[in-house]
């Protein structure tokens, strides 16, 4: 039996695994102390968890991806080192886990000129360039568990079809909307939700108003238990008093 190495597999992790190394070395930006508590890197997609107390907010996302993907366009060569323990520490290169590395070690650097992008420990496999990402886009981040935060990302293909995916969606509203183009859906949306407010406000109203004069025109009725009997229809909506 002879094993095949898979071509665009291979490609699209080591495209998802050198976009990892991105992200760790951005995220010090925002935590400085921070430390990778876990990552899953797959086809054109990556799982990184990190120390912290606090999610990204929205724009610290859109930077954090503006700045990777700078880094992609800049095509900064993806260096491969093969060194002694001692001289990858002084390089400064990062380990992870509380691992127990042999003598002899493998680093992955990222150079900008003479300036350092990254350097970490890796025994995995990754692209020479950061232009062959292609593109990054974090799709969602979460609190996975105390002080611990994973934000989810995608590389290269599978970001033109998140954009695809998302022009999908925006052709509906601009058709459901009949407007012109995506720039009046904003306002499109703001002009809808202000008419939705004054509409139900003016059903509550009315509702109200319907309870009252029900409750004027209904005849009483008493017995033994209860001086005063309304009967009152079982789809009366009193929440709206």
Same mark, same amino acid.
């Given at each position: 039996?002879? *094993?095949?190495?898979?071509?665009?597999?291979?490609?699209?992790?080591?495209?998802?695994?050198?976009?990892?190394? *991105? &992200?760790?070395?951005?995220?010090?930006?925002? @935590?400085?102390?921070?430390?990778?508590?876990?990552?899953?890197?797959?086809?054109?997609?990556?799982?990184?968890?990190?120390?912290?107390?606090?999610? *990204?907010?929205?724009?610290?996302? %859109?930077?954090?991806?503006?700045?990777?993907?700078?880094?992609?366009?800049?095509?900064?060569?993806?260096? =491969?080192?093969?060194?002694?323990?001692?001289?990858?520490?002084?390089?400064?290169?990062?380990?992870? @886990?509380?691992?127990?590395?042999?003598?002899?070690?493998?680093?992955?650097?990222? &150079?900008?000129?003479?300036?350092?992008?990254?350097?970490?420990?890796?025994?995995?496999?990754?692209?020479?360039?950061?232009?062959?990402?292609?593109?990054?886009?974090?799709?969602?981040?979460?609190?996975?568990?105390?002080?611990?935060?994973?934000?989810?990302?995608? %590389?290269?293909?599978?970001?033109?079809?998140? =954009?695809?995916?998302?022009?999908?969606? &925006?052709?509906?509203?601009?058709?459901?909307?009949?407007?012109?183009?995506?720039?009046?859906? %904003?306002?499109? %949306?703001?002009?809808? *939700?202000?008419?939705?407010?004054?509409?139900?406000?003016?059903?509550?109203?009315?509702?109200?108003?319907?309870?009252?004069?029900? =409750?004027?025109?209904?005849?009483?009725?008493?017995?033994?238990?209860?001086?005063?009997?309304?009967?009152?229809?079982?789809?009366?909506? @009193?929440?709206?008093?």
């Amino acid at each position: 039996m002879q *094993l095949q190495v898979n071509p665009q597999q291979r490609y699209a992790k080591m495209r998802a695994h050198t976009a990892t190394h *991105l &992200l760790h070395t951005v995220l010090t930006t925002y @935590f400085p102390n921070t430390k990778q508590a876990g990552s899953l890197v797959d086809s054109d997609l990556l799982r990184f968890d990190f120390y912290a107390d606090t999610l *990204l907010t929205a724009q610290q996302i %859109t930077e954090i991806e503006t700045t990777i993907n700078t880094y992609i366009y800049q095509s900064l060569p993806v260096e =491969l080192i093969e060194t002694s323990l001692d001289e990858a520490n002084t390089l400064g290169a990062k380990a992870f @886990f509380e691992e127990k590395y042999e003598d002899q070690v493998r680093v992955i650097r990222i &150079l900008a000129g003479e300036a350092i992008i990254s350097a970490e420990f890796c025994g995995g496999t990754h692209v020479e360039n950061t232009k062959d990402i292609g593109a990054f886009a974090i799709i969602s981040q979460e609190a996975v568990a105390s002080g611990i935060k994973r934000l989810t990302a995608i %590389t290269g293909p599978k970001v033109i079809e998140k =954009l695809h995916d998302l022009e999908g969606i &925006l052709d509906q509203q601009v058709s459901a909307f009949d407007i012109k183009s995506y720039t009046q859906i %904003t306002e499109k %949306t703001t002009k809808f *939700l202000k008419e939705y407010d004054e509409m139900k406000s003016k059903l509550e109203s009315l509702e109200i108003q319907m309870i009252q004069d029900m =409750l004027k025109s209904t005849e009483r009725k008493s017995n033994i238990d209860f001086e005063v009997i309304i009967p009152i229809p079982q789809n009366v909506n @009193f929440k709206v008093i």
